[in-house]
Nanobody, 117 residues
């Protein structure tokens, strides 16, 4: 059974850093991209960063220059290095595997990131 498992969340003060990791278990076919979304309390889930199979990266404007996504393609893992964290980065962060519509996207359970001022 395919699973995505996030790790690395926690609590930090503003200006601090965290590194999130996402490990995949099982064989996953037809990966278009891997990435991270987040959901803050009372808000909808939003896209944070994506990296394609070809290595192209994209970021939400609010996290550019602070967050860096990386992928180890051979093991289908994806990390998110988060620097200069702000209280507004507080959210549950979800790992995702983007696939063609007929396959559907895959999601992890999420990991909590809390940034205090």
């Amino acid at each position: 059974q395919v699973r995505l498992v996030e790790s690395g969340g926690g609590s930090v003060q503003a200006g601090g850093s965290l590194r999130l990791s996402c490990a995949t278990f099982g064989t996953i076919y037809s990966i278009n991209a891997m990435g991270w979304y987040r959901q803050a309390p009372g808000k909808q889930r939003e896209w944070v960063a994506l990296i394609t199979g070809g290595g192209s990266m994209s970021y939400q404007d609010s996290v550019k220059c602070r967050l860096t996504i990386s992928r180890y393609k051979a093991k289908n893992t994806v990390d998110l290095q988060m620097n200069s964290l702000k209280p507004e980065d507080t959210a549950v962060y979800y790992c995702t595997v983007k696939r063609p519509p007929q396959w559907g996207d895959l999601w992890g359970q999420g990991t909590q990131v809390t940034v205090s001022s």
